[in-house]
C-alpha cells in the first residue's frame, strides 16, 4: 500500500520537476539562440529591407535621402555599363561554374578509383583553396606576364604564343576563370568525394552484371546519386561566383576597358567612390533578384529532394 | 583472369599519370612563387627562364616587411580571424546546441528562416549594413540618434559585430549535436543540472571535431577576408594583411619578388593551420557539403 502510495507521489513530482524542465528549457533554449537570431535580424533581415527601400531613393550619406520613386531602376534601364557588367559577370559564371563542376568531378572520380596515396593527392589539389583571393590574384599577375611569366613560357614549349592575358581585353576574363578555377577546385573535390563514398557498391556491382559499360555506369548511377551533391555545389558557387570582385579588383582593377568590371565592382565604386548610396542599391537588389532567380530556377532543375 | 589483371594495371598507371601531371598543374604556382620570392631581380627577368635555383636571396621578404609596416598589418588579421573564431565557437556551438538538443516552440520555423540566410548574398546587406554601423547610436561620436560621428566605422567592431555568430556556424554544430544522443542529457536533468551545465560540461566536450573544423574555416574566412575591412577601415595603422598586399601589388607593380615574398606570408597561417589539422579541413567540408 505504502508502496504504491510513495510510487505515486514520486511519479507526481517526476511529472512536475519534468514540466519545470521544460519550461526552463524553452526558456534557456531562447537565451541560447539570442545572439545568432539578434544579429540576423540586425545584420541580414533588416538590411535586405533596407535596401530595398534605398533602391527608390537618393542618397549621399551628407544629405538625407529622398524619396525618388522609380528613377533608380528607369536610370538602370538605360545604363549601359551596368549591362556590360552584367555580361561579363554571366560569361563568367557560364565559364567557372561547368568548368569547375568537370574538373572537381573528374578528379574526385579518379581518387575515389585509386588505393595508394589518395591522401597525398587529395592534399596537394586542395592546397589552392588555401589560398586568399588576393594572395592567388597576386601570384597569377606574375604567373601570367606575358614575358617572364611560366603559363606563357610552357605554352612556348609547345609552340604557342601566349597571349597578354590581363592586358587583352579578350583573355582578361578567361584569366580571372583560370584564377578562381584553381582556388575553387579542392573544397569541391573533397564535397564529391564525400558523395561519392556514399554510393553503395552493389549499384555498380549488379550494373555491371548485366553489362553496363562505364559510361553508361556514370550516366544512371553515379550522376544521379550525386544529384544533390552537384546541386549543393552549383548553388554554392554561382552565389559566389556572381559576385566576383576581388579577383577583378586586384588582377585588372575592371579592366581592360570595362572587360572585367563585374556588378559588385560597380556597387562598390557607386556606392563608396561616388556616394550614390540609392542607385548602388538599386543595382545590388537587381543583382540579388537575379541571383534568387536564378538558384530557382536550379531548384527547380536539379533540386527537388535536396534540401531537407 | 590474367588479361584482367594487365588491364587493371595499365588502367591504373593512366589514372596516377593524369593525377600526377594535374597535381603538377595544381603545385606549380606554389612552386614558382616561392623560387620567386627567394631569387635574384637578375635571375628572375632572364630568358629562357630557369627552372630550378643556384643562389638564394631573402632580400624581398625584407623589402615586404620594411617598405609598409607589414608585420602589423599581419597582426592586425591575426587578431580579427581570431576574434572571430571565439565568438563563432562560442556562439554557434550555443546556438547549434539549441537547435540540436532543447525543445522550445517555433524551433524549426526559425531555424530555417536562420539558414536561409546563408543563401543572401552579401552584396544586397552590404550598404545597409554600412550605414547601421556608421549611424549606430552612442558610439564612435553619435548621439542617441545615431547622427554626428562615424559610428562604428574605422573600427574592429564593424567587421567582428556583424559576423560574430554566423548561421554557418550554428548550423554546422547543430549538425554535429543532432549525432550525439538524448539521453546523456536526460539523465543530468533528472539529476538537476541547469542547461548550460549540460551543454558546457556534457555536450560541448564531445564536439572537438566539429570546433576545430569550424574554427578553421571561421579563421580561413576572417583572415582572407577583403572587401569588406577595404570598406570600413580607412585608418592605415588598421589595414589588414589582404588589404596591404593588395595595395602593395598595385603601387609597386613590378616588384614580383617582394610581391611573391608578400603573398607568402600572406598565405603562411592557413599552410600552418591545414598542416596540423588537415583531417578536420577535409572532414568539416565534406559534412557541411553532405548535410547541406
Known amino acids: ?308 | 583472369m590474367k588479361l584482367n589483371t594487365r588491364k587493371n594495371v595499365i588502367g591504373n598507371s593512366i589514372l596516377y599519370l593524369i593525377l600526377t601531371i594535374f597535381a603538377i598543374v595544381m603545385i606549380l604556382p606554389f612552386y614558382w612563387t616561392i623560387l620567386t620570392s627567394i631569387r635574384y631581380n637578375e635571375d628572375m627577368f632572364s630568358l629562357p627562364i630557369k627552372w630550378f635555383i643556384t643562389r638564394i636571396t631573402f632580400e624581398h621578404y625584407v623589402s615586404a616587411f620594411t617598405t609598409v609596416p607589414y608585420a602589423k598589418y599581419f597582426g592586425n588579421s591575426l587578431f580579427l580571424a581570431t576574434m572571430g573564431v571565439l565568438t563563432n565557437l562560442f556562439f554557434g556551438s550555443l546556438g547549434g546546441y539549441a537547435f540540436a538538443k532543447l525543445k522550445f516552440r517555433g524551433k524549426n520555423a526559425i531555424f530555417k528562416v536562420l539558414l536561409s540566410s546563408i543563401m543572401v548574398p552579401g552584396i544586397v546587406t552590404m550598404i545597409p549594413q554600412f550605414l547601421l554601423l556608421k549611424n549606430f547610436p552612442m558610439v564612435g561620436g553619435n548621439n542617441i540618434l545615431g547622427s554626428g560621428g562615424i559610428g562604428f566605422l574605422n573600427s574592429y567592431w564593424a567587421i567582428i559585430l556583424p559576423g560574430a555568430a554566423g548561421a554557418f556556424a550554428v548550423f554546422l554544430m547543430r549538425q554535429f549535436f543532432l549525432s550525439l544522443p538524448d539521453d546523456l542529457a536526460e539523465s543530468a536533468r533528472i539529476e538537476g543540472a541547469g542547461e548550460f551545465r549540460i551543454f558546457w560540461n556534457i555536450y560541448l566536450p564531445l564536439t572537438k571535431p566539429a570546433l576545430a573544423a569550424l574554427s578553421i574555416f571561421t579563421f580561413q574566412g576572417g583572415w582572407n577576408n577583403f572587401m569588406w575591412p577595404m570598406i570600413i577601415l580607412s585608418d592605415p595603422e588598421k589595414y589588414t594583411i589582404q588589404m596591404a598586399l593588395q595595395s602593395f601589388s598595385f603601387n609597386h607593380a613590378t616588384e614580383y619578388g617582394p610581391m611573391m615574398a608578400a603573398s607568402i606570408v600572406a598565405t603562411l597561417p592557413i599552410f600552418i593551420l591545414f598542416i596540423f589539422a588537415q583531417k578536420y579541413f577535409v572532414q568539416g567540408i565534406a559534412f557541411a557539403g553532405i548535410k547541406g
Open chain 1, 1 to 308: 500500500m505504502t508502496d504504491i502510495q510513495g510510487a505515486i507521489i514520486r511519479d507526481k513530482s517526476k511529472k512536475i520537476k519534468i514540466s519545470r524542465n521544460a519550461r526552463s528549457q524553452e526558456v534557456m533554449a531562447y537565451i541560447f539562440i539570442a545572439a545568432p537570431l539578434a544579429l540576423f535580424l540586425i545584420f541580414t533581415c533588416y538590411p535586405v529591407f533596407r535596401a530595398f527601400y534605398l533602391s527608390f531613393t537618393q542618397y549621399d550619406i551628407l544629405t538625407p535621402a529622398k524619396w525618388t520613386g522609380l528613377e533608380n531602376y528607369k536610370r538602370l534601364l538605360h545604363d549601359e555599363l551596368f549591362y556590360i557588367t552584367l555580361k561579363n559577370v554571366f560569361l563568367y559564371v557560364l565559364m567557372y561554374v561547368p568548368s569547375m563542376i568537370i574538373v572537381s568531378l573528374s578528379i574526385a572520380m579518379a581518387l575515389n578509383k585509386i588505393q595508394y596515396a589518395a591522401t597525398t593527392y587529395r592534399v596537394i589539389y586542395y592546397m589552392p583553396g588555401l589560398t586568399s583571393s588576393i594572395a592567388a590574384a597576386t601570384v597569377w599577375i606574375w604567373l601570367l606576364n606575358p614575358e617572364y611569366g611560366i603559363v606563357n613560357q610552357i605554352l612556348g614549349y609547345i609552340g604557342i604564343v601566349g597571349p597578354t592575358w590581363l592586358a587583352n581585353s579578350s583573355t582578361a576574363l578567361v584569366s580571372i576563370v583560370i584564377v578562381t578555377v584553381w582556388q575553387g577546385i579542392g573544397g569541391n573535390m573533397v564535397i564529391y568525394l564525400a558523395g561519392l563514398q556514399g554510393i553503395p557498391d552493389y549499384l555498380y556491382e549488379s550494373a555491371s552484371l548485366d553489362g553496363a559499360n562505364k559510361l553508361s555506369l556514370f550516366r544512371y548511377i553515379t550522376w544521379p546519386a550525386l544529384k544533390p551533391t552537384t546541386f549543393f555545389v552549383v548553388t554554392m558557387s554561382m552565389i559566389g561566383a556572381f559576385q566576383l570582385f576581388d579577383q577583378a579588383f586586384a588582377m585588372t582593377q575592371g579592366g581592360p576597358g570595362n572587360a572585367t568590371k563585374t556588378p559588385v565592382y560597380l556597387i562598390y565604386t557607386s556606392g563608396f567612390n561616388e556616394l550614390q548610396m540609392g542607385y548602388a542599391s538599386t543595382m545590388a537588389f537587381v543583382l540579388f533578384l537575379i541571383i534568387l532567380t536564378i538558384s530557382m530556377i536550379n531548384m527547380k532543375i536539379n533540386g527537388e529532394n535536396s534540401i531537407n
